[in-house]
């Protein structure tokens, strides 16, 4: 499946331009897939096309209100290109679509999904000719469910409900959602997981709208008379994600708190720089910090791969952790600090020279 087949997730169109006022220079296609994300630091939407990277915005103001909402609550999300228009020859506005969903899992196992005669015989009844294969049969049921990869490094998706809504309710069962077609997965005795029903796709209203998962698996579809049995190990993976679906969103909550204390610590342990100016390089920030700074013994030059913020004064966060020596010895001046770690927006590395991105 294309990214462009998805009709599923909160579906936005956004009209985009670079914020130089510049066309786009990369390689563009219409329904080729993008990445885009929210950099914190200058608080900015990067839009990459392939390996290059643009800071851009909505072309409208109510529309740039909008993308910043989808980009700062951070759903797992698709973007596509729907559409170019161009000034003297040169993309200049872009039309994309977004699909935000309300999680995503990752597996790093091999994922078999076996497919009998009986869903053979009615996928191809219903959706193929009479002279397809066996063979073609299960490749064209896994084009109709896996969604093509971003890259060669990334890993197949599929979009998934663990909506109890069948007659396998009461199993180990799943439904994946194609792009014309849902199809029931349950584990049977043997601990193998099948196609148990296949349909046409139905509409979804707002009022029975799936929540849909992505999966991130290496995934394959295989003939179920030649599938082995699934390691122990791997069948309590989807069993535990689908036992836990319902309280997915307070254990993420927990695990933020915690991870946030902990960077929280971290960044008051290793303190922060003063700078005097900046300038901006591309898409790099470079600080000249204060020169009456004893370089030797600062703490944060001593740490590798630390990520750092800059700010007009410390955030208050990171200077009242604790009760006493947190104040900051040189107050109102503007600040380079260590960052606490916030999932789901990821933080961009920095080098140790004071470059910032």
Do not use: C
Not at 103 to 119: A, F, M, R
Not at 179 to 195: G, H
Not at 304 to 309: M, P, R, T, V
């Amino acid at each position: 499946m294309r990214v462009s087949d998805l009709k599923s997730g909160s579906i936005s169109t956004i009209q985009v331009e670079r914020i130089e006022d510049e066309p786009f220079t990369a390689s563009l296609q219409n329904t080729m897939e993008l990445s885009m994300a929210y950099d914190g630091y200058s608080d900015e939407i990067i839009l990459s096309i392939g390996d290059d990277p643009f800071s851009i915005e909505a072309t409208t103001s109510k529309e740039k209100v909008k993308l910043n909402k989808i980009v700062k609550r951070g759903f797992p999300k698709i973007v596509w290109l729907a559409s170019k228009q161009k000034v003297n020859g040169k993309p200049k506005i872009l039309t994309i679509q977004i699909h935000e969903f309300p999680n995503q899992w990752s597996l790093p196992d091999n994922i078999e999904i076996g497919i009998d005669e009986k869903i053979i015989d009615y996928y191809k009844s219903k959706f193929l000719t009479i002279k397809d294969t066996k063979k073609t049969v299960i490749e064209k049921i896994k084009g109709e469910f896996i969604i093509q990869s971003f890259s060669k490094d990334t890993k197949p998706r599929l979009q998934i409900s663990v909506t109890k809504d069948s007659i396998y309710s009461k199993t180990q069962s799943f439904t994946m959602i194609g792009k014309k077609a849902w199809a029931v997965i349950v584990r049977n005795d043997e601990n193998n997981y099948l196609i148990k029903q296949i349909t046409k796709g139905r509409k979804q209203t707002e009022s029975g709208r799936l929540e849909i998962i992505l999966l991130h698996a290496p995934i394959d579809f295989i003939d179920a008379t030649i599938m082995g049995k699934h390691a122990a190990e791997y069948r309590l993976q989807i069993d535990e994600l689908i036992r836990k679906n319902e309280s997915w969103l307070a254990i993420w909550k927990e695990y933020n708190e915690l991870e946030y204390q902990r960077n929280l610590k971290n960044a008051f342990e290793i303190g922060w720089l003063h700078y005097e100016n900046k300038r901006r390089d591309g898409y790099n920030w470079i600080f000249s910090i204060d020169k009456n700074i004893d370089l030797k013994n600062n703490n944060t030059l001593r740490i590798d791969n630390i990520q750092l913020e800059a700010s007009h004064s410390v955030p208050d966060d990171i200077k009242n952790f604790s009760v006493g020596d947190s104040e900051t010895p040189h107050g109102g001046f503007p600040t380079i600090a260590s960052k606490p770690l916030n999932p789901p927006f990821p933080i961009r590395k920095t080098s140790g020279n004071s470059n910032s991105q």
